[in-house]
């Protein structure tokens, strides 16, 4: 017998080594070799006993029975009937299940409120920085405690968005002030490449907006897409308007110059006396992590975004690793993260404040948090300590209706916010033997201007004289005459830019054209995209006595030609920070354009053709075309050259009949767009047929070619001369 005792002993004991409930909590705790939630009974079970070792083993034993599970919540009556008959060892008939759904309907619990599990919240956001400029009041990122920001870093950045697939809610981008981030561009394109749920490029945004507010809430306040920025505007959304227009379709805006609300933050639960029973219903049902969202920073991913903000504000232990599915966490795992609800009173009916007042409510807990981390706002005395006192305790539990008077709902942006309207523009003016002209607009066109700048040649002294008594910027080079060149426009714009800041908007005007009365102040009050290429309507005059005569433009018979509503030299509106004109940022117009002809079409096809946007289609920027001859009839200037000269223009399918009038020397041909281009002899010229010749030469033959001319070829230019040799 005593040996029997024994064997058994060792073979208890041998059993207690198996078992694997190591933890020392109080109370319940998940098992991950059963995978079941375990009381402190059931662990000494689990250590002492065999059987139910064993039972769990098999996946038998308590809280593995099909018809109940302790870890998920009780439904009714029924499921704790369930609970109570498996605990004590009384097996499932067939009718169980039934009776037990019958119970649960007949007398249903009322469930407890829990946190949410990120993957049911509506939104995730990756915190790319929480850099921001403005100091609202109680800043849910904490921004005007930040004394050092940080900036996500694009392998960060690539990483987070990556650990959120699968996930069906919208991804969004915020801050801090997102669009400051150094590497905002980057970042927003790295996020159109990953996260694809909404891949089509966006063509909203292009054409003038008037109203900001009302275009947000009626284009860009649906909230049923997958992607989705947060701003407060300002001077990077300014700067990256159109790469930010063709991916987000959501965009929550707010520039806080309106009358939004924010509650106090940094007040602990424990200095307002909230007991512990009363605190779990008032932190499980939080506002903000129901209705908001969870959170990626460079330290973690957290289920709530004040938990974020707080992690990062005091340096905390960062939180879940950002790896893929981080996001299923169920409530039941959030863990050490609700610690930092204990530092959060967002859930707490307080007094709140309008965000525009700029000044931080904080405990006495926080207020040496705080000093310890230099809060610039602590430093700066924009704090106020709540008084505990004031306090009445009464359940309420915080919702978020407080956020925004009803009028403002849906407006969140303010009319007069001037922050992405332009904000400094420049024009550039080639004039070269218009000076009679230009006697007539200059002065009405000048002061529109920051800066005009007008480029003229050495020997016009007359175009001289006259920018001389109107204060625009005078440049002289005669690099229009470059090699020979007939008069090459692009070679003068390129003089006028080196002169210029190129630090916002521009304007390529004609030295023959007036713009329309109070021009700047109509301009300036628009919003525009500046990836759009600008253009107006162009009125000719009809009678050269008008423009002298008539002491009001707007009272002139106009003509109004069909053809002169494009976007031709006469005026080009575009933004230095247009994705179009990245190159030509850099290495401005080509040289391959001899005359004043096509240097206009070259620019607007860097544009592409969604992106030429009329600047008003009800006549408000209608400009006046003063008359001097016919058109083109000044693209070669008044010089006698040896270059090269303008033919005409015309695609492949055409031969320009101008060129029958040559009889020896050379034609160069030239793709507006690509400014790919050949040089072939007049009688070569003539042997080829053009179809031939065009598909032989040219990789894009549905262009538009420029035909130039000159008789005699330098050395270098021989070296090049296209033949029909065959090789």
């Keep these: 017998m005593n040996q029997e005792k024994q064997e058994k002993q060792e073979k208890q004991e041998n059993q207690t080594n198996k078992c694997e409930c190591t933890d020392n909590s109080e109370g319940i705790f998940w098992c991950p070799r059963h995978k079941i939630n375990k009381t402190q009974h059931w662990k000494k079970l689990c250590q ?54 019958k119970l649960n309907k007949l007398i249903p619990y009322k469930n407890k409120a829990e946190m949410k599990s990120p993957q049911n919240q509506w939104c995730i956001q990756i915190e790319i920085t929480n850099f921001c400029p403005n100091s609202c009041s109680n800043c849910t990122r904490h921004c005007p405690h930040i004394k050092t920001p940080y900036f996500m870093t694009l392998d960060c950045f690539e990483k987070a968005v990556k650990s959120m697939e699968g996930y069906e809610g919208m991804l969004g981008i915020q801050g801090g002030e997102p669009t400051l981030h ?25 054409e003038p907006i008037i109203d900001f507010g009302d275009y947000h809430s009626k284009v860009l306040a649906d909230s049923n897409h997958r992607r989705g920025l947060w701003s407060a505007l300002g001077r990077g959304y300014y700067k990256h308007f159109e790469l930010i227009h063709e991916i987000f379709p959501y965009q929550c805006l707010n520039d806080h110059q309106n009358p939004a609300i924010h509650t106090p933050l940094l007040i602990t639960r424990k200095e307002l006396g909230i007991k512990d029973r009363d605190w779990v219903k008032f932190r499980n049902n939080c506002w903000v992590q129901h209705k908001w ?87 700066k005395g924009n704090y106020q300590i709540y008084n505990p006192k004031k306090f009445i305790h009464d ?96 070679n003068m714009i390129n003089s006028g830019l080196e002169q210029m800041e190129l630090k916002d908007w521009v304007l390529f005007i004609d030295a023959d054209i007036i713009l329309p009365e109070n021009f700047r102040n109509k301009l300036f009050d628009l919003i525009l995209n500046p990836g759009c290429l600008y253009y107006t309507r162009r009125l000719h005059i009809l ?40 190159e030509f940022m850099k290495t401005k117009y080509p040289s391959c354009f001899c005359s004043a002809g096509n240097v206009d079409t070259w620019f607007q096809y860097r544009y592409p ?26 693209w070669n200037g008044n010089r006698n050259n040896t270059g090269w000269t303008y033919v005409g223009q015309c695609n492949f399918n055409n031969v320009l009949p101008q060129i029958n009038q040559y009889k020896n020397g050379y034609i160069r041909i030239v793709d507006i767009n690509t400014c790919e281009l050949i040089i072939i002899s007049i009688e070569d010229f003539f042997k080829q047929q053009t179809i031939t010749m065009f598909s032989r030469l040219f990789k894009n033959t549905t262009g538009l070619y420029e035909y130039q001319y000159k008789e005699k070829l330098t050395e270098q230019e021989l070296l090049n001369v296209w033949n029909n040799t065959p090789e």
Aim: glycine share 8%; hydrophobic share 30%.
């Design 609 to 634: 053709k969604d992106k030429k946007i009329p600047l008003c289609k009800t006549g408000d920027f209608d400009v006046v075309h003063i008359p001097h001859g016919d058109l083109s009839s000044r």
């Design 182 to 206: 150094p590497q905002f561009e980057e970042i927003i394109t790295l996020y159109n490449e990953l996260w694809t749920p909404e891949k089509a490029v966006l063509n909203v945004g292009r």
């Design 395 to 490: 359940n309420t539990i915080r919702s978020s209706d407080f956020y925004m008077p009803l009028e403002y709902k849906n407006r969140r942006i303010s009319k007069n916010n001037k922050s992405i309207k332009p904000k400094y523009l420049e024009g550039v003016m080639v004039c070269v033997d218009l000076g009679e002209q230009l006697k007539q607009t200059l002065h009405k066109n000048v002061d529109y201007f920051d800066s005009l700048v007008i480029v003229t040649t050495s020997d016009d002294t007359k175009t001289q004289e006259i920018v001389k008594q109107t204060g625009a910027t005078l440049v002289i080079s005669d690099s229009c005459y470059n090699n020979g060149d007939s008069f090459n426009k692009g």
């Design 48 to 101: 002492t006993k065999p059987a139910y070792f064993e039972a769990w083993e098999k996946g038998i034993g308590p809280g593995q029975n099909k018809v109940w599970d302790p870890s998920q919540k009780s439904r009714g009556l029924g499921d704790t009937v369930a609970k109570i008959t498996s605990a004590i060892g009384i097996k499932p008939c067939g009718g169980c299940k039934e009776r037990q759904d």
């Design 293 to 379: 969202s969870s959170s990626i920073t460079p330290k973690g991913a957290f289920p709530c975004e004040i938990m974020a903000s707080l992690d990062m504000l005091y340096n905390g232990p960062g939180g879940w690793d950002i790896e893929p599915g981080w996001w299923k966490r169920e409530f039941k795992d959030f863990g050490r993260m609700l610690d930092y609800c204990e530092m959060c009173s967002a859930c707490i009916p307080l007094k709140t404040r309008e965000a525009r007042e700029n000044i931080q409510d904080i405990s006495e807990i926080h207020l040496e948090k705080l000093k310890e981390v230099q809060s610039p706002a602590i430093e």
């Design 543 to 582: 009678d050269k006595k008008d423009y002298k005569d008539c002491p009001a433009l707007r009272l002139i018979d106009f003509s109004k030609p069909l053809d002169n509503f494009q976007p031709w030299g006469y005026f080009q509106l575009w933004n230095v920070n247009a994705r179009s004109l990245k």
